[in-house]
């Protein structure tokens, strides 16, 4: 089967068939096809599309490039949860102990921030000693003894996706659904999970600008998910201003964990209410949204939420101090308010503008081989329809020196708008998708 071959027929617009995708796949993983051919596959599938059975099989091909993980030893609904990426999204680091702590197993890998959006893996690592390499071995062990493990993505899982990503990332292939759908769920699926709860964000802050191409990347998702045995449903979630009052990732830990102590700010918490609601359900351990999010409030209430995560941290060799006295988190050198030049109600956040600030400052990376500096970023961020006096803080700056303060300061004015009319706060959860 000579590439060539199967990428004109996909330039005519035919189906490829299954062995002509895993062809692909394999040509990607064990550099049979050079560059250009994968490339030019990819301009082919970003033009002609896949139809559900194409990106079925495209996922199952990517998924099974490396190493499948088994936890079918791991007793009970293994359950993980993937958000497409937004700015200030830190919710697996409160969700994730929220839901083990109700009884059900979630092994999570996850990624690095890359461009706007953060990464869960580069908030966890904020915390001192906080390892995410585990080998697939201890990721394992981790999960049937303390029923959760967050790390990040090792070479032996879906290896076919770094390659086909980085070729992504520098053809204009990015954003292209069945494109997409195999490069999250190939990734999600060789975890051994059993089920999937996605979070797809749509709006300035998030990779899906409008609400209906959230849903064509949600209902193509859940499909494909589907497809390979999974229970998967998504959540359109909206982005236009940060999630939460942080973005940053020190202080966004600091935030997961006033969260688990009951004190987390309200959008927050609506979205991570939500999500593990539909884990509990998808787990087996609740009937209703009702019963699961009563049974999260109690482990956020009793503590037991806090404890998990103490113990995940433990388990992979962070300080467990910084969970309890956050201030051991690393900290920035200058702490300044972003003052609202007027009295009035804070009308829009642009979650866009606050990611460049935080960017500016050193929080993430514009490249894969940034280094980023965890302590910095913004806090204290007012959100859409909170009321403010003239020369209140709209935000708190975390900095490491003097420049980059003055810069973003200047960026992040710019992301605050106050007018003098009331406005009613924007609703966050969109819609579910089953
Ligand atoms: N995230 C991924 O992992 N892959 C994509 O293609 C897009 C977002």
Redesign the pocket.
């Given at each position: 089967m000579f590439p060539q071959h199967i990428i004109a027929r996909k330039r005519d617009g035919h189906a490829l068939t299954r062995d002509e995708i895993q062809a692909f796949v394999r040509g990607a993983t064990d550099g049979s096809w050079a560059d250009y051919q994968l490339s030019a596959l990819l301009m082919a599938i970003f033009l002609r599309g896949m139809t559900p059975e194409e990106t079925a099989h495209y996922t199952d091909a990517m998924m099974r490039s490396g190493i499948v993980a088994d936890l079918s030893s791991v007793p009970g609904i293994k359950v993980d949860k993937h958000s497409?990426?937004g700015v200030g999204d830190k919710v697996s680091i409160l969700l994730a102990p929220m839901v083990v702590a109700c009884g059900v197993p979630v092994p999570m890998i996850s990624?690095r921030g890359l461009g706007h959006s953060g990464g869960t893996l580069d908030k966890l690592e904020s915390i001192p000693g906080f390892r995410t390499d585990l080998s697939l071995d201890a990721y394992r062990a981790q999960v049937a003894r303390i029923g959760c493990a967050l790390i990040g993505q090792t070479k032996d899982l879906a290896p076919s996706?770094k390659k086909l990503?980085a070729l992504?990332d520098v053809t204009a292939t990015?954003e292209?659904i069945p494109?997409?759908?195999?490069?999250?769920l190939s990734?999600k699926l060789a975890e051994g999970i059993d089920a999937l709860v996605l979070d797809v964000k749509f709006g300035r802050g998030a990779?899906m600008k409008t609400k209906a191409e959230a849903r064509k990347l949600a209902e193509a998702l859940v499909a494909v998910g589907k497809a390979g045995g999974k229970q998967v449903r998504a959540l359109l979630t909206a982005m236009d201003q940060p999630l939460g009052r942080t973005v940053g990732n020190a202080l966004e830990v600091a935030e997961s964990i006033a969260c688990l102590r009951g004190d987390g700010p309200a959008d927050l918490m609506e979205v991570t209410y939500a999500l593990g609601a539909h884990m509990l359900i998808l787990g087996g351990v609740a009937k209703t949204e009702a019963e699961a999010k009563t049974k999260l409030h109690r482990v956020v209430a009793d503590g037991s939420a806090l404890d998990k995560l103490r113990e995940i941290v433990a388990a992979q060799g962070g300080d467990v101090r910084a969970i309890d006295n956050p201030s051991r988190l690393p900290q920035a050198k200058f702490q300044t308010p972003l003052p609202s030049p007027r009295a009035g109600f804070v009308r829009d956040v642009d979650a866009m503008g606050v990611a460049l600030g935080a960017l500016r400052l050193g929080a993430g990376r514009a490249r894969a081989d940034d280094k980023i500096d965890p302590a910095v970023g913004v806090s204290g961020i007012t959100k859409i329809g909170e009321r403010v006096a003239a020369g209140a803080p709209l935000c708190v700056i975390h900095a490491s020196d003097e420049k980059s303060l003055a810069e973003a300061k200047a960026m992040l004015a710019g992301a605050f708008l106050v007018g003098e009319s009331p406005v009613v706060a924007p609703s966050l959860i969109a819609e579910t998708i089953a």
């Open positions: 497409t990426g990624g996706d990503y992504r990015v292209c494109l997409i759908c195999g490069s999250i990734k990779f």
